[in-house]
């Protein structure tokens, strides 16, 4: 019985550890999803081999290859120019196959109020969203990092899709927006792609963090999902 090279039952192994993390991936193409329709843009920095990578991912982001996908903002930068470029809404998706100094410029653009994702080999990042490939062939980790990218993109757009532009009780339009802090008053102060601004929130009962419909000044409905 003739069995299969090494480096073929370690992808299939490395690949099954990436499937185990389906719910995350989602979670995290969601995420972004939001962060882009608050006007947010895709910070990607990459790492020795994955520096490649981190231009691929800001090329797919950019120029959508399936026809009703539109571009979003996305750019491959150097670890050293974040404190200066990136800013919320942005985000930050690090992809690095082996180990990095990376843990701590995570964890402080985490605090900088960005979005943090991480592509890596077995050793995960403290990033909001930490994806990870078991494997210890590099050329493995950078093929099923491949994987997980496109199919974050795709996600990404599917939930942009999904965004209802209408107001709920009206056939205006409205505005997504996110609550950065509650004020006195039923009132809060939110992000939206224009910038931030308070709103009446006595309609919602809604976190700081949330997203809501807005529409006329008033916070309409909660969005879920």
């Not at 890596?120 to 493995?140: C, F, I, K, Q, R």
Request: hydrophobic fraction near 45%; proline fraction near 6%.
């Amino acid at each position: 019985m003739q069995t299969e090279p090494a480096v073929v039952r370690g992808r299939d192994q490395a690949g099954e550890s990436l499937g185990a993390q389906a719910e995350a991936l989602v979670a995290c193409a969601q995420a972004m999803a939001r962060r882009f329709q608050l006007g947010g843009r895709l910070l990607v920095v990459g790492t020795g081999l994955s520096t490649a990578d981190a231009h691929h991912v800001a090329v797919e982001f950019v120029h959508p290859v399936t026809v009703g996908n539109r571009s979003l903002p996305a750019l491959a930068v150097d670890v050293g120019v974040l404190p200066i470029m990136a800013q919320p809404p942005d985000m930050v998706m690090f992809v690095a196959v082996g180990p990095t100094n990376l843990a701590e410029t995570v964890e402080q653009a985490g605090k900088q109020g960005l979005l943090t994702v991480a592509l890596t080999g077995p050793e995960p990042l403290p990033a909001h969203h930490a994806l990870h490939v078991d494997a210890s062939d590099p050329l493995v980790i950078r093929e099923l990092h491949v994987t997980a990218y496109h199919i974050m993109w795709e996600l990404v757009h599917v939930f942009l899709k999904a965004v209802p532009t209408h107001c709920t009780t009206c056939s205006d339009e409205v505005e997504e927006m996110e609550i950065v802090e509650h004020l006195p008053g039923g009132l809060a102060r939110v992000r939206s792609a224009t910038g931030e601004q308070e709103i009446s929130i006595e309609l919602v009962d809604a976190a700081v963090g949330a997203r809501v419909r807005v529409h006329a000044g008033v916070a309409l409905g909660v969005c879920h999902g």
